[in-house]
């Protein structure tokens, strides 16, 4: 089995976060493990607060789960302040794991402020050389790249300036688009873009972290980065299309749809 861990927040109500995370590493079939950066007080509607870790216990996580278990990929999602950055920056470059995906996380779906815009320079500085793919999606590329971005030549020119703050890959999602959910990968020579079918719900909470998550996993099990994020993104559609309508706002995607609609398999049936 493969193991994957995640350095994100939590979210108490299930839907992002660490939760998601762990779910969609499940739902894949890999070993999730966990470095918590920040305790979040959210619902489907809203985020009520937010309490960081210190960078010191941040650390003594890292150093739990890395000098006792192998990591094949890692996640990185929510990074709220200078000095939880410059810890996770230092720890993986001093341990340099393989497939390490970052999702950018600014703004929750709520538009709550996850992490202050002016740390964009930061993370940039700090985290992006460090990493093997990043996840912005149009909000987040907008800042990151210093440009707005309206038309797919816009995500085309803001994934060129985004690249070449040093990750290898740049998966820059439409998602925030009208038109279909058309997703860029930018390989720095390349530009490959991944199509889907527009699904009209509200229940979109956690979509960015499940999908970064999924292609952590992708990746730890071995698949090539065109193949990693293409079925990453089959994956939440999959899990956006069986949407969960739970709570009064912004719900969750469903991550375990065929486990929960057929169940476990009986012992000793017939695979």
């Given amino acids: 089995m493969n193991h994957v861990l995640t350095i994100a927040g939590s979210d108490c109500s299930g839907g992002a976060g660490i939760q998601a995370d762990m779910k969609t590493f499940a739902a894949h079939g890999v070993y999730g493990m966990s470095v918590i950066v920040s305790v979040v007080a959210e619902n489907t509607q809203r985020v009520i607060g937010a309490q960081d870790i210190s960078p010191t216990l941040i650390a003594e996580q890292l150093q739990a789960v890395f000098e006792d278990i192998r990591v094949d990929a890692v996640k990185i999602g929510m990074l709220p302040s200078p000095a939880i950055m410059a810890c996770v920056a230092e720890n993986l470059e001093r341990r340099r794991p393989r497939n390490i995906v970052l999702d950018p996380v600014m703004i929750a779906k709520n538009g709550y ?14 985290v ?5 793919v990043v996840t912005p999606n149009i909000p987040e590329a907008e800042v990151l790249a210093n440009m707005t971005i309206s038309s797919t030549e816009a995500m085309e020119t803001a994934a060129r300036i985004i690249h070449a703050y040093g990750p290898r890959y740049v998966v820059l999602k439409g998602g925030h688009r009208s038109d279909d959910a058309a997703d860029l990968l930018y390989d720095g020579n390349t530009m490959h873009w991944l199509r889907a079918k527009r699904i009209e719900t509200k229940n979109t909470h956690g979509t960015g972290c499940t999908f970064s998550s999924a292609i952590a996993a992708n990746l730890a099990m071995g698949k090539p980065i065109n193949d990693a994020v293409r079925d990453a993104k089959a994956y939440v559609t999959m899990a956006i299309a069986h949407a969960l309508t739970i709570g009064k706002g912004c719900g969750p995607t469903h991550h375990f749809h065929d486990l929960y609609k057929y169940g476990l398999p009986r012992q000793g049936a017939q695979k």
């Fill in 113 to 126: 402020p996850l992490m202050d815009s002016r740390l964009a320079e930061t993370l940039v500085a700090l």
């Fill in 128 to 132: 992006f050389p460090l990493v093997d």
